[in-house]
C-alpha cells in the first residue's frame, strides 16, 4: 500500500496512488466527502423535480470523474444537470409554456439547494484535482518528459477550508437569487426619463400576447439587457472601487513596481526597436572587427611572402 505523499513526487501516479490519496489522507477526505455529499444533494433535488435518470447520471458521472481524475468532467456535468432540468423525463417537451415560470423562480428551497449544492461540487472537486493532479500549469507551453506536474501539499489544508468554501457558496447563492428577483422585478424603458420601472405583473400574459408598444420590450429581453448593463457598470463600479483600494494599501516599493510594469508596458514598443537597433550595431561592429582582422592576417601574409622573396 502506498503512502499518500508519494503522490508529489511522481510524474504519472497510478490509481492507487490516487485512491489512496482520496480516502486515506484525513485533510484530502473531507474534500472527497464533500464532492460526494454535493452530488448525492444534486441527485436529491433533480429525483424530487421528476428527473431520477438525471440524477444517476449525475452520481454517476461525477463520481466517476473524481476517482479517475477527468478535469474536463465538471463542464459536461453542468450541460447534463442543464438538460435535465429543462427536460426532467429525458425527453424535449413539447407543450404548453407558462409565462409566470421564469419571473416566479425566486428564492424556491429546491432551486437554492441545487445551486449551492453545484457550487460546492465545483470548488471542492477542482481542489481536489490540485491534490492527485496538478494545480498550476507547466512553465513550457508544451510538456517536457520527466517534468512532474505541481500538486497542492495535503499539509497546506487549513482547518477551516471547508466551513469557508460551505459559506461562500451559501452567500453567493443569496446574492444571486436577489439579483434575478430584482432582473425579474424591473422593465428598461429608455424612452422614458428614467429609464427603470417596476413590472405590472398582472399584465404578464397580456404582454406575451398582444404586439409590445413602441420603446418596450418582452421580458426575455428586459433580462438580457438588465443583466448585460448591470455586469457592464457592476464590473466597472467594483474596478474602482477594488483599485482605488488597492492603491491605498500599497506600500513605496509595490508603487514603485506597479509604475515601472506601466512604464514598459507604454515604452514596449520603442524600447523594443532601440534594442533592435543596438543589436543590430553590435552585430555590424563585430561583423567589422572580423573584416578587419580577416584584412590584417591577409596583409601580414603578403609581407612574409615579399620577406621570404627578398631573401632568396
Not at 508519494?6 to 480516502?23: M, W
Not at 474602482?240 to 515604452?267: C, K, P, V
Amino acid at each position: 500500500m502506498s503512502h499518500p505523499t508519494e503522490i508529489q513526487q511522481t510524474a504519472e501516479p497510478t490509481q492507487r496512488q490516487v485512491i489512496d490519496v482520496l480516502f486515506r489522507d484525513r485533510a484530502v477526505r473531507a474534500y472527497t466527502f464533500t464532492t460526494l455529499g454535493a452530488l448525492a444533494m444534486i441527485f436529491m433535488v433533480m429525483f424530487m423535480n421528476g428527473s431520477d435518470l438525471g440524477g444517476v447520471l449525475v452520481v454517476v458521472f461525477g463520481a466517476a470523474a473524481l476517482v479517475l481524475r477527468w478535469t474536463a468532467a465538471p463542464p459536461f456535468l453542468l450541460l447534463i444537470i442543464a438538460y435535465f432540468l429543462v427536460f426532467p423525463f429525458g425527453i424535449p417537451d413539447l407543450g404548453s409554456e407558462n409565462p409566470y415560470e421564469i419571473r416566479e423562480t425566486h428564492f424556491r428551497v429546491a432551486d437554492v439547494v441545487l445551486v449551492m449544492a453545484i457550487l460546492v461540487y465545483l470548488r471542492a472537486q477542482y481542489r481536489v484535482f490540485g491534490f492527485v493532479h496538478q494545480i498550476v500549469p507547466f512553465e513550457n507551453v508544451v510538456r517536457r518528459k520527466g517534468d512532474v506536474p505541481t500538486r497542492r501539499p495535503p499539509g497546506h489544508i487549513r482547518s477551516d477550508e471547508i466551513a469557508w468554501l460551505i459559506g461562500i457558496a451559501g452567500g453567493v447563492v443569496i446574492v444571486g437569487q436577489i439579483v434575478w428577483w430584482l432582473v425579474n422585478s424591473l422593465d428598461f424603458v429608455p424612452m422614458e426619463d428614467f429609464p427603470f420601472r417596476w413590472t405590472d405583473k398582472s399584465s404578464l400574459v397580456s404582454a406575451y400576447r398582444r404586439a409590445p408598444v413602441p420603446g418596450e420590450f418582452r421580458p426575455g429581453q428586459n433580462r438580457f439587457f438588465l443583466i448585460v448593463g448591470g455586469m457592464f457598470f457592476g464590473t466597472l463600479l467594483l474596478r474602482l472601487a477594488f483599485g482605488y483600494w488597492q492603491l491605498r494599501t500599497m506600500n513605496a516599493a509595490e508603487g514603485a513596481m506597479i509604475l515601472t510594469d506601466t512604464s514598459w508596458a507604454e515604452s514596449h514598443r520603442e524600447r523594443v526597436r532601440v534594442e533592435k537597433w543596438r543589436i543590430w550595431g553590435r552585430q555590424k561592429a563585430e561583423e567589422e572587427a572580423k573584416r578587419a582582422e580577416i584584412r590584417a592576417e591577409r596583409e601580414e601574409r603578403e609581407h612574409e611572402t615579399r620577406r621570404s622573396k627578398r631573401r632568396n
